[in-house]
């Protein structure tokens, strides 16, 4: 298998599969010079929703701000900061609409980031440190930590051991996947870590793992 790597557009179609990988980066500012974003998608610029990595240099900060339509963040590597506490590398973040922070890092951080993208009638805050909070068992070998679920849409880490494969199967509603360790692979190609993928509504396929592998994976949100 040839790995994939598509760079995302910035008005995308629910409809089509999408595949970042590491090699398809392209950094830009933000309004923060000391702040850095990979856009994997905007699917709306009236409505802000969109998905990146973004990239805290050591010191950065951005001034208190209010989140109109909701944020939810995973803190990939370093510690992510705000006035309400410090979120080590494994912090799981979701601020609802209306919330407001002024964040920062004072080591630097890598952060995975969702903006506008709560449902309706969605008001939970959460914080959960993963690296404190333990998996459940899964299917096969999986072992899984819920993180979020309203209505349809679900979001867990799952981490996959050494040699494991799941069944063929079809996503209901989507699924999105970003790689934080490992390789995830499927047929249609190898994703390593740093990846990110997106699989429409009814979309299959038949993954499996050649070394242990830690995914987020949300589902149930794009149908």
């Not at 001034?63 to 109109?68: G, Q």
């Not at 370093?78 to 309400?84: H, K, S, T």
Request: proline residues 8%; contains cysteine.
């Amino acid at each position: 298998m040839q790995s994939s790597s598509v760079m995302a557009p910035l008005n995308m179609n629910f409809s089509q599969r999408v595949v970042v990988t590491p090699d398809g980066y392209h950094w830009m500012p933000s309004p923060s010079h000391s702040v850095e974003r990979m856009p994997l998608e905007r699917v709306s610029a009236e409505t802000g929703h969109t998905t990146s990595i973004v990239r805290y240099a050591p010191q950065a900060a951005f001034p208190e701000h209010i989140h109109a339509g909701g944020e939810e963040i995973f803190v990939i590597d370093g510690i992510f900061q705000d006035e309400y506490g410090d979120y080590p590398a494994g912090t799981y973040i979701r601020n609802p609409s209306g919330t407001r922070h002024a964040p920062r890092s004072e080591t630097g951080c890598l952060l995975f980031v969702k903006l506008s993208q709560f449902a309706d009638g969605d008001a939970q805050q959460i914080v959960i440190k993963t690296h404190n909070t333990p998996f459940l068992p899964g299917h096969g070998g999986l072992r899984v930590l819920p993180l979020h679920s309203h209505g349809t849409e679900s979001t867990a880490l799952v981490f996959w051991p050494k040699g494991e494969k799941f069944l063929p199967h079809t996503h209901v509603g989507g699924e999105e996947i970003f790689v934080l360790s490992g390789e995830f692979i499927d047929e249609h190609g190898r994703y390593p870590e740093g990846s990110w993928l997106r699989s429409p509504h009814l979309s299959s396929h038949h993954p499996w793992v050649e070394t242990d592998t830690l995914i987020y994976v949300k589902t149930g949100h794009l149908g």
